[in-house]
């Protein structure tokens, strides 16, 4: 990226993690930690990499997205706020009765959403399916699906990714968000994972590791991915539940995080304060 393009995704990653921290605070519990370890990663996606129209949500050639961590929601809420699919107003309705941001992404109900998800495992499949039918209609539109560590417990992910690999969806960018951590406590303690990026290559993957908040990097990957032409690909994050935020990137429960004490809203407080004065300056 050039100096002034590397800037712009900053100022969007730092925008979509203050409406993230700011949009769950305000519900007073939420899926804090995983949400902000994919940050960096949308910002890269909606700011650089993706083929996109916030004016016509439903444009045929766009690229698509498949959030199969759909518990990560309102981070991708707040990308698609700040990239103009709609009014940044609506996060403070997240997850209220009629609201158009239910917690987890539904495809009917918020405009830029791809895919509805939220049964873990299931966003993989989806994703291949969407990428198959775009070969068929010879659409050459990628398919970014954004899959977690934990959620790859579930053995439907393992199915769509031998299919993803032997039909050689080179559109289907396969991305592990490694933070490392689930509902229950470390990856490594709930089943251990081995190494993940081993595991794909014996799928059949071409494989790429990169820190999850290096913005560089991670926009050096997809686009590698992208000239990679006869083998499926995959991107693994090496990244931080609660990312960008040291106090819950500290925390031990930082699955979800509940808003419930002083030290927790204070911390928050600070980090809003934090950010705002980052995005001012940036904006300037």
Known sequence: MLTEERQQVELLAKKIRRDTLFAIKKMGQGHLGGSLSIVELLAVLYGRQMLINPKQPLWENRDRLVLSKGHAGVALYSALANTGFFDRGLLETLNEGGTSLPSHPDRNKTPGVDATTGSLGQGTSMAAGIATGLRLSQSENYVYLIVGDGELNEGQCWEAFQYIAHAKLTHCIVIIDENKKQLDGT??????????????????????????????????????????????????????????????????????????????????????????????EMEE
């Open 187 to 280: 990856t490594e303690e709930i089943l251990a994972p081995f190494d993940l990026a081993e595991k794909m290559k014996a799928f059949g993957f071409y494989v790429s590791k990169v820190n999850g908040a290096d913005l560089s990097a991670i926009d050096q990957a997809i686009q590698r991915s992208k000239e990679i032409e006869d083998q499926a690909v995959c991107i693994i994050l090496d990244s931080v539940k609660g990312q960008g935020i040291p106090y819950f990137e500290e925390l031990a429960d930082n699955h979800s995080v509940k808003f419930n004490s002083e030290e927790v809203n204070q911390a928050a407080e600070q980090a809003l304060v934090e950010l705002e004065r980052e995005i001012k």
